[in-house]
Antibody, heavy 123, light 107 residues
């Protein structure tokens, strides 16, 4: 059974940094078909992809947020950490982590998601 | 960036109706597209991958198709549990991008 769970602060102040941890079970970065991504969703709005990291440590970032994001993984602890600097009220959103899995020759897809964590940015 | 334009943004339908949602990519993405269902307060769930392949455990009333850069999600007979918001997402190129969503509510 694959599960993912996000953890981190629910409230951060403007200009502060946000660190979110995704702790997962049921899969491992030892598989060459696995990655973990972060996606966020402002209240009432659409999904926005932020970053992802693959089994081989390949990292990808949203160009619009690239300068503010860092994604790392801890294979032994089954965790992925996302850091976002210089937080602003517009960054208020539910942040999800999701497993990205290579479906044979069909490409990579987010097939399992965490429950999400709502992060508010306010002074 | 590849833009994913979903339409309509919302629709009202009755139980038993056939529902069609469209997603248009701004450039060729082959068939690297997924459809997700999201209910209020919940995480998205994958329904379709590779544009037309039904994900394991998803009811067969859901189907996907592709024609060039146009992609369609069809619900053949809408059920009460299908009232939700649906998103498409392209996986062909970075940055990964989602459509704006289609909210399906009760008529």
């Amino acid at each position: 059974q694959i599960t993912l769970k996000e953890s981190g602060p629910t409230l951060v102040k403007p200009t502060q940094s946000l660190t979110l941890t995704c702790t997962f079970s049921g899969f491992s970065f030892t598989s060459k078909r696995v990655g973990v991504g972060w996606i966020r969703q402002p209240p009432g709005k659409a999904l926005e992809w932020l970053a992802l990291i693959h089994w081989d440590d390949e990292k990808r970032y949203s160009p619009s947020l690239k300068d503010r994001l860092t994604i790392t993984k801890d294979t032994s602890r089954n965790q992925v950490v996302l850091t976002m600097t210089n937080m602003d009220p517009v960054d208020t959103a539910t942040y999800y982590c999701a497993q990205r899995y290579k479906e044979g020759t069909y490409g990579w897809y987010f097939d399992y998601w965490g429950q999400g964590t709502l992060v508010s940015v306010s002074s | 960036d590849i833009q994913m334009t979903q339409s309509p943004s919302s629709l009202s339908a009755s139980v038993g109706d056939r529902v069609t949602i469209t997603c248009r990519a701004s450039q060729d993405i082959n068939t690297c597209l997924a459809w997700f269902q999201q209910k209020p307060g919940k995480a998205p769930k994958i329904l379709i991958y590779a544009a037309s392949l039904l994900y394991s455990g998803v009811p067969s009333r859901f189907s996907g198709s592709a024609s060039g850069t146009d992609f369609t999600l069809t619900i053949s007979s809408l059920q009460p549990e299908d009232y939700a918001t649906y998103y498409c997402q392209q996986c062909s190129a970075y940055p990964l991008t989602f459509g704006g969503g289609t909210k399906v509510d009760i008529k």
